[in-house]
Nanobody, 115 residues
Framework: QVQLGESGGGLVQTGGSLRLSCVAS????????MGWYRQAPGKQREVVAG???????TYADAVKGRFTISRDIAKNTLYLQMNSLRPEDTAVYYC?????????WGKGTLVTVSS
């Protein structure tokens, strides 16, 4: 079992920045990978960025060069630095942790980018 708690969402203007945080607790040593997903109103949830246990990172094309995923292992915390935000980045952002074939999710944090 893994518990995830996101924070850092809010309202920001186009071009602004936000940093999301996700604190993990529970069976942390069993986590294979973690990531950030987002779900905009009326759309399906989509992957934003991921990081493996070894530190390898991947990004959706829509956020490459603007978002950076990172982690602080000592703090059991995953981050998503979001720069040059656009109105189309508006969504609820979810933290994900994967243990073998099972996914764990946080409750999400809302990011709203005004034009």
């Amino acid at each position: 079992q893994v518990q995830l708690g996101e924070s850092g969402g809010g309202l920001v203007q186009t071009g602004g920045s936000l940093r999301l945080s996700c604190v993990a607790s529970g069976s942390i040593l069993s986590i294979n990978s973690m990531g950030w997903y987002r779900q905009a109103p009326g759309k399906q949830r989509e992957v934003v960025a991921g990081i493996t246990r070894g530190g390898g990172t991947t990004y959706a094309d829509a956020v490459k060069g603007r978002f950076t995923i990172s982690r602080d292992i000592a703090k059991n915390t995953l981050y998503l630095q979001m720069n040059s935000l656009r109105p189309e980045d508006t969504a609820v952002y979810y933290c994900n942790a994967r243990i073998t074939l099972r996914d764990y999710w946080g409750k999400g944090t809302l990011v709203t980018v005004s034009s």
